[in-house]
């Protein structure tokens, strides 16, 4: 599908920052993270929430820790919808790991983009994985994390929920873990500035990975689950405590992961919601603007492509309104922020007396 857009002569818009200074990232402001499902003030989100959109359709590098017996071995059971029970899941037995993947990637939207399911019976036996992300699966960035639990857990032992931060299992089965895609940008921004109490490897796999990552764009989901014995570090370097030491299966369950924000939206899903024939408002925020750039005389076209719209955007040329081709600008600016991004193209000053449109093609 194609749409065609003749651009007006309009003033070119400023170009919006995309990062907030200021920010701050330590455990002090989690000693208390949010409480059980059910409780006010919780975070969970329930397996059947009409916020889940879509759901892990895909895995790879499955490899199993200690301690997990073959009834167990099923990765399958991770896909598709949480089930909310104690059998359909893959047990990643001790120190295992996964590595998810989803119909239309992940998405950074305001507030929690995804969620992970695990299968505790309770809401206190709970069973704790690391969880990373990466948009080539091979350089992830791990969610910061903090764990307060003062002392060892035995194998069937009790952890506090409110006492975990930004690792799954924190909640019981059937009710979803949820992270914030924002918050590694937060996380990185406030590592650049010195002003966290990370530990030197965590503060150095971030700042090292973070920049590989695309917010907006997240293919891939890694957990890895945590050996509770006391082996296994926070982001701070404090022990993690969780339920050891457990056999048959070991380690994290996992039921499944819900994608709360797609870093795709298909446009028929979303034309389903919209009025007919507004393929420009799906591709573009707000309209794109031509006019006079003050350095160098140069004609500046702008606008602000959605991050979310499957969309290819060109820009054509003619003098005459019938006779089209393919517009190469001089040069290309390009700035980004978490729902957008701004492109600037520069076009000659004579080019002022042409005229420009833009094409869309749905991917």
Known sequence: MKKQI??????????????????????????????????????????????????????TNMQYGTDVDATWMTPEKALGPAEGTSSEIVSLGRGGTI????????????????????NSFSDTFLELAFVEVSSDGIHFVRFPNYSNTPDPVGAYGDLWTRWIHNLAG?????????????????????????????????????????????????????????????SVLDSRGSVIYDPYATTGSAGFDLDAVGVLNEAFVPYADWAASHPPGNLQEYALTGVPI?????????????????????????????????SWSNAVPESIEQQAAPDFIQTKLLFPADALNRFYRLIFEVQ
């Open 6 to 59: 003749l651009i007006g002569m309009l003033l070119l818009l400023p170009m919006v920052g995309s990062f907030a200074a200021g920010e701050t990232y330590y455990a002090t402001d989690y000693l208390l993270s949010a409480p059980e499902a059910g409780e006010a003030g919780t975070t969970a989100i329930h397996m059947s929430s009409n916020a889940i959109v879509a759901w892990a359709d895909g895995y």
């Open 170 to 230: 924190k909640y019981r089965q059937g009710y979803g873990t949820p992270f914030d895609l924002e918050e590694l940008r937060t996380a990185y921004n406030a590592q650049l500035a010195g002003d966290t109490d990370f530990s030197a490897a965590f503060a150095q796999q971030l700042t090292n990975n973070f920049p590989l990552l695309d917010l907006n764009n997240v293919t891939h989901l890694r957990l890895v689950d945590i050996v509770g014995d006391g």
């Open 99 to 118: 590595t998810l993947t989803f119909p239309a990637g992940i998405g950074n939207r305001p507030g929690a983009d995804f969620a992970v399911f695990e």
């Open 290 to 322: 031509l006019g006079r750039s003050e350095s160098n005389g140069f004609v500046a076209l702008g606008y602000c492509a959605n991050r979310w719209a499957s969309v290819a955007i060109s820009v054509e040329v003619s003098l005459d309104l019938e």
